[in-house]
């Protein structure tokens, strides 16, 4: 997963992760990464349309994903 993550900031490609918040409330979202810290992921969430910080320990899965390619690659350019 870690693998992924660096791998979304390097090439700004967006992932797909499941995570889990807080409250124990799971979410599906799609995030383009722009730094990755020992314990969070700070990422531009294009559910949210704004910049959020994941922690590591709570995303449950991720993985690349093709869907809204050009609207993913519009959000990148962006950040």
């Known amino acids: 997963m870690e693998r ?6 390097s090439s700004k490609r967006p992932v797909e992760i499941i995570y889990m918040d ?3 409330c799971l979410t599906q979202r799609f995030i383009i ?3 990755i810290d020992p314990q969070s992921v700070k990422a531009w969430c294009l559910l949210r349309n704004e910049k959020r910080t994941f922690k590591i320990e709570n995303i449950l899965s991720c ?4 869907k809204r390619k050009s609207s ?6 962006s950040i």
């Open 4 to 9: 992924l993550l660096q791998e979304s900031y």
């Open 33 to 35: 990464v722009y730094k």
């Open 72 to 77: 993913f690659r519009q959000k990148a350019h």
């Open 63 to 66: 993985g690349f994903s093709n």
């Open 22 to 24: 807080d409250k124990g």
